[in-house]
């Protein structure tokens, strides 16, 4: 069995001669921003019932997601791509509200069970259809976007497969982008 040492893109630009600095983009030193919110779903809410989260500009990179739950008595959430439904942030008026074609459902999480409580954990890639190679990536490309659509995505928790029952607690995500 052999063995390998890898380095990344950015390592191999430090590495470089001349030395390329890294100043922005993927891999820069620059601060990433957070954006953290919640809500409390109601109870007897069906499969189908929305709840969106956050809103992200489609060019931000994405690099973590957690998400939380209180005790929900039942239910299941996935974590889809919308495009924002507002029509004042630039996103283009015949994607306003609707999922991401394609690979939007079930992006970063599907079937997170909060009939009991869930502890906040990353769902950046939960469900297998956001791997870290996307971290690097505008948000519109991670999607598998030919082009990016300009305005915004949001997070949204979609009650799939089993409907909430009693309801009433918080459901939370807070995202790390740069």
């Known amino acids: 069995m052999t063995t390998e040492a890898l380095k990344s893109a950015p390592i191999t630009d430090l590495d470089a001669t001349p030395f390329l600095a890294i100043t922005a983009g993927e891999g820069a030193p620059a601060g990433s ?3 953290s ?9 069906a499969a189908g019932s929305t709840y969106r989260l956050i809103r ?3 060019s931000v990179r994405l690099k973590h997601l957690f998400f939380e739950s209180q005790a929900q008595g039942a239910g299941k959430f996935n974590l889809s791509a919308y495009y924002s439904d507002s029509t004042n942030d630039g996103t283009a008026a015949a994607n306003q ?3 991401v074609p394609t690979t939007g459902d079930q992006f970063w999480a599907s079937d997170i069970d909060c009939a009991s409580a869930v502890a906040s954990f990353d769902a950046i890639n939960e469900s297998g259809n956001n791997p870290p190679a996307n971290r690097n990536k505008e948000l519109w490309d991670a999607l598998g976007l030919a082009s990016d659509p300009g305005g915004f995505i949001d997070v949204v928790a979609v009650v799939h497969t089993t409907a909430i029952t009693t309801g009433g607690g918080q459901i939370s995500v807070t995202a ?3």
């Not at 919110?37 to 809410?45: D, E, F, K, Q, V």
């Open 37 to 45: 919110a919640y809500l409390i779903p109601s109870g007897s809410m």
């Open 56 to 58: 992200l500009k489609s």
């Open 176 to 178: 790390h982008y740069d």
């Open 97 to 99: 509200g609707v999922i």
């Open 33 to 35: 921003k957070t954006v």
